[in-house]
């Protein structure tokens, strides 16, 4: 009899057990090769060298993109309240017969102005210094508080690599620049809106000279909200409206020149302690000189020294609250 023999088959739980082993190795090197190319790239990859400018650069790049996102209601809050003080001072109350004319002359028919100033001339430059200072201390006051809550946001900003004290200064500089835009929109709204006679009569005198004041007054009420937000208790604000913002404006020679405060002598010395008085003043004298006006050295002294100064006190209380 004849036997032949043959090759037994492994069984099929072994031969499984021999495809998931080699299908396990593949899947191995597939992943050790896939890491080892990660690890090259990023070993090949450029160190990051994150520079004070660069720095700074992103994170005013991220303020004006939220500006930009929110740019309607900026806007929108930026246009409503000169609109209705042009309306009402300038289009309502000439129409009505309430003009005002400040000079010789009064009003002749129609609202025309023999010799007299309107009041739109005198409003113009009021009403920028207005803006600069609502706009320059609540874009900056405002978010601060959030910031500042129990939530602490403030501490997402402190961990980038600059000093604190740069960011303090990042956003006086933000402010800034809102409450320049502020000013800005208030020009052509005085322009356009006005009864018939009552335009306004303005004259830049020195640009660069315009400049400077637009910009130093920005600076400083931005430094001020600053100052406001690291030392005011959030609890207070609606007190900081009755107590700041109200008297500022009221006493801040928006409807009136300076000069004209001459009879009411301690009144006009009191004020001074209003820098919206000298933003008021410097602009009046660059945009209307033909009104009386505080002399031009005086304003830029007060604007510059003070932006200076506050600047530094602001600087010094916002590092001292993100740090405790």
């Known amino acids: 009899m004849t036997s032949t023999t043959g090759t037994a088959a492994p069984p099929a739980h072994v031969a ?15 992943a050790g090769q896939a890491a080892a190319g990660i690890a090259a790239l990023i070993a090949g990859a450029p160190m990051p060298q994150p520079t004070l400018a660069k720095t700074f650069a992103a994170m005013m790049a991220r303020e004006f993109r939220v500006l930009r996102r ?34 010789r002359g009064g009003a002749s028919r129609g609202g025309a102005s023999r010799g007299g100033v309107t009041f739109t001339t005198v409003l113009v430059p009021g009403l920028m210094a207005s803006m600069l200072l609502m706009r320059g201390i609540m874009s900056v006051m405002f978010p601060l508080v959030m910031e500042f809550s129990w939530q602490r946001t403030i501490a997402d900003r402190a961990l980038a690599p600059v000093p604190v004290q740069l960011l303090a200064i990042q956003k006086i500089i933000a402010g800034a620049v809102q409450a320049l835009i502020g000013a800005l929109i208030v020009f052509p709204i005085a322009v356009v809106v006005h009864a018939a006679g009552q335009a306004p009569r303005v004259h830049v005198t020195s640009w660069p000279l315009l400049a400077l004041i637009l910009i130093t007054g920005a600076l400083l009420m931005a430094s001020l909200g600053l100052l406001l937000g690291t030392v005011m208790d959030p609890r207070k604000m609606q007190m900081m409206f009755a107590a700041v913002l109200l ?20 009144l006009q010395i009191a004020v001074l302690v209003n820098p919206m008085v000298y933003t008021a003043e410097g602009l009046r004298a660059v945009l209307t000189p033909g009104i009386g006006h505080m ?28 740090l405790t």
């Open 16 to 30: 499984g057990k021999a495809a998931g082993t080699a299908g396990g190795t593949a899947a191995g090197q597939a």
């Open 70 to 103: 929110n740019g309607l209601s900026t806007f929108s809050r930026a246009v409503i309240q000169p609109l209705l003080f042009v309306f009402v001072f300038t289009y309502v109350m000439p129409k009505i017969g309430g003009g005002i004319m400040l000079g």
């Open 247 to 266: 008297p500022a404006t009221m006493l801040g020679c928006v409807y009136y020149p300076w000069s004209v405060l001459h009879n009411i002598r301690w």
């Open 295 to 322: 002399p031009l050295w005086a304003v830029l002294l007060v604007l510059i020294g003070g932006t200076v100064i506050i600047g530094y006190l602001s600087a010094r209380t916002f590092t001292r609250r993100v």
